[in-house]
């Protein structure tokens, strides 16, 4: 699908707010509108979203050090793409970070936090995947990481979730790994709940490592089909 093609579907009355440019381009690279090696031309996505082109430089700024696009010599602004070694990054940091998180937390959970984790995962066992899906389950995790109180341990790892969006949603679409997912979030809640911080970072670093080699061994099964 062509940018113009894209945008034009996004932005339905032909306008948008400046505030509302990174999500709208975040969501559509997102979803697979853009793919990787696409160009992201300023000039085109400012008229079709209605907008000047500073926010648009300014939304693709933040998307460059989110990870989703690249300046590229003499091509510009092109999407990122999915790659074995990033997922293989991206496994390796939330290792690194939330049990960490996980385990400073634990003794500031309260019956609010796990409430709301609760809340999240029943929301999450009612939707198919999706955008919906991926935001409840950045919103779990960070609903028992929050406690931590450490904002930026917290702001890597929210970005760390962002790039890995990307390759939830083709988890999710191709290897049926929501149900999984979801048991195993309700296995973690459950040690927070009983206070159990080592098998509550231990469940974690399992959902993480498996989940991390599944999408590594599709995604290498992708690239040696090419």
């Given at each position: 699908?062509?940018?113009?093609?894209?945008?034009?579907?996004?932005?339905?009355?032909?306008?948008?707010?400046?505030?509302?440019?990174?999500?709208?381009?975040?969501?559509?690279?997102?979803?697979?509108?853009?793919?990787?090696?696409?160009?992201?031309?300023?000039?085109?996505?400012?008229?079709?979203?209605?907008?000047?082109?500073?926010?648009?430089?300014?939304?693709?700024?933040?998307?460059?050090?989110?990870?989703?696009?690249?300046?590229?010599?003499?091509?510009?602004?092109?999407?990122?793409?999915?790659?074995?070694?990033?997922?293989?990054?991206?496994?390796?940091?939330?290792?690194?970070?939330?049990?960490?998180?996980?385990?400073?937390?634990?003794?500031?959970?309260?019956?609010?936090?796990?409430?709301?984790?609760?809340?999240?995962?029943?929301?999450?066992?009612?939707?198919?995947?999706?955008?919906?899906?991926?935001?409840?389950?950045?919103?779990?995790?960070?609903?028992?990481?929050?406690?931590?109180?450490?904002?930026?341990?917290?702001?890597?790892?929210?970005?760390?979730?962002?790039?890995?969006?990307?390759?939830?949603?083709?988890?999710?679409?191709?290897?049926?790994?929501?149900?999984?997912?979801?048991?195993?979030?309700?296995?973690?809640?459950?040690?927070?709940?009983?206070?159990?911080?080592?098998?509550?970072?231990?469940?974690?670093?399992?959902?993480?490592?498996?989940?991390?080699?599944?999408?590594?061994?599709?995604?290498?099964g992708l690239q040696e089909a090419r």
């Amino acid at each position: 699908m062509s940018a113009n093609a894209v945008i034009s579907n996004l932005s339905l009355d032909g306008h948008l707010k400046p505030d509302a440019v990174t999500q709208v381009l975040r969501e559509a690279i997102l979803r697979g509108d853009f793919q990787g090696g696409d160009s992201l031309r300023q000039e085109v996505l400012a008229a079709q979203l209605g907008v000047s082109r500073m926010p648009v430089r300014d939304a693709l700024k933040q998307l460059e050090s989110e990870g989703f696009v690249l300046s590229v010599p003499y091509q510009g602004v092109v999407v990122s793409h999915l790659s074995a070694a990033e997922v293989q990054e991206l496994g390796e940091l939330r290792l690194a970070l939330e049990p960490l998180l996980l385990r400073l937390a634990m003794p500031r959970l309260g019956k609010r936090s796990f409430g709301q984790a609760e809340e999240l995962l029943d929301q999450a066992d009612g939707q198919s995947g999706g955008a919906r899906w991926s935001e409840l389950n950045w919103a779990f995790h960070a609903a028992l990481y929050t406690a931590a109180q450490r904002p930026r341990i917290f702001g890597a790892l929210r970005t760390a979730h962002l790039n890995l969006d990307r390759y939830m949603r083709v988890m999710l679409s191709s290897m049926n790994h929501q149900p999984t997912s979801q048991e195993e979030h309700r296995a973690i809640l459950a040690a927070c709940q009983e206070r159990d911080a080592d098998l509550g970072c231990e469940l974690l670093r399992q959902h993480i490592a498996v989940s991390s080699e599944r999408l590594l061994t599709y995604l290498q099964g992708l690239q040696e089909a090419r």
